[in-house]
């Protein structure tokens, strides 16, 4: 018997270390991707599926480097989805415009909520208000509250941190399948293609007014200008709105609130910037939904399975009592003296 369990001891150990050549290959194919694509657009039809198996290469060795490979895979899978973002409108698929603009008109009788809003407040195209600054400063704000509730997790509440990790990144790839099948202009490039009127792109205005036409200008080609057509879900909806699933991991309800706050505030900005429709929004909340029920559902589902059949035995033990009570012969009476 010892020396079975030597075998099996053994054979473990060199499945584990065959898994870990592969993912660092894995890994060390996807960097080289990267290089290939900056250097010679490799195409990203081949950078994509590449990209996505370096990144769960990543994910499986970070497990073994206890603590700090959290933040380590995680910055890895934000790195690579930098990449695949901007390769997401080099696959030669025609953007969309028409499928998610008539939905708008329809829901909304004739009118855009983005226009609405525009027209209804102002400052969106010109001399920017107190709505333009607070949506611009909200919409930049995106930039930090996804992975501040990552690296809040790590900080504070480290049991839960690799579930927290799982939960944003996995939406943030959800949401790149869309932006590499269904490429689709948002309101703001819609009306520059005359498809939409009174809408405009409010960053265009504000932007400048808060940061300097330069810096915005560079902020912008770095940021926004690399893929213009990733409206469709709305990530920035998305990585907001799956914070109140991080809340409910970590049982937090300052958490829960917080992101709902946040999310309600960044609806209104990207509708009101023109950045997103409705319909995007909607779709980056089903993205949220879905990361956090594909990572989250088996552990609820077996919890909910555990606490029914504590329910089930509680009530077959409460019938076992009755019926040992209902049979219990009454005691035999001492005959009296």
């Not at 898994?19 to 250097?39: E, H």
């Not at 926004?224 to 309800?253: C, D, K, Q, Y």
Request: charged residues 15%.
């Amino acid at each position: 018997m010892e020396v079975i369990g030597a075998v099996r001891r053994v054979k473990s150990i060199e499945r584990r270390e065959a898994i870990r050549s592969v993912c660092w290959a894995a890994l060390a194919v996807g960097v080289v991707a990267i290089i290939l694509r900056q250097t010679f657009a490799l195409d990203p039809i081949v950078f994509a599926p590449v990209s996505g198996v370096a990144v769960v290469a990543a994910f499986v060795l970070a497990r073994g480097w206890r603590d700090w490979g959290i933040l380590v895979a995680y910055i890895v899978a934000m790195g690579f989805f930098i990449q695949l973002r901007d390769a997401a409108d080099e696959t030669g698929l025609r953007t969309l415009t028409d499928y998610v603009l008539d939905w708008e008109l329809w829901m909304f009788a004739g009118i855009t909520p983005s226009a609405w809003l525009q027209s209804r407040i102002g400052g969106a195209e010109t001399a920017p208000g107190l709505a333009a600054y607070f949506s611009a400063i909200v919409h930049w704000t995106w930039f930090v509250f996804p992975h501040a509730a990552v690296i809040g997790a790590w900080l504070f509440v480290r049991r839960f941190a690799w579930r927290v990790t799982i939960i944003v990144a996995l939406t943030f790839y959800l949401g790149l399948v869309l932006y590499f099948t269904v490429p689709t202009a948002p309101p703001w490039m819609a009306a520059q293609q005359g498809l939409l009127e009174g809408v405009a792109r409010g960053m265009n205005s504000v932007g400048p007014a808060l940061l300097g036409a330069d810096f915005y200008a560079w902020a912008f080609e770095a940021m926004a200008e690399p893929n213009p057509t990733a409206a469709m879900p709305s990530l920035h909806f998305a990585a907001s709105f799956v914070v109140v699933g991080v809340g409910i991991v970590l049982r937090s309800r300052m958490v829960i609130g917080a992101a709902i706050l946040y999310s309600m505030a960044l609806t209104f900005a990207l509708v009101y910037l023109g950045e997103h429709y409705i319909a995007d929004i909607l779709a980056g909340g089903a993205v949220a939904l879905i990361a956090f029920l594909a990572v989250e559902g088996g552990r609820i589902a077996r919890l909910q399975l555990q606490l029914r059949q504590a329910q089930l035995d509680a009530r077959r033990q409460r019938v076992a009592n009755w019926l040992r009570e209902a049979l219990r012969f009454p005691p035999t009476r001492m005959p009296a003296r």
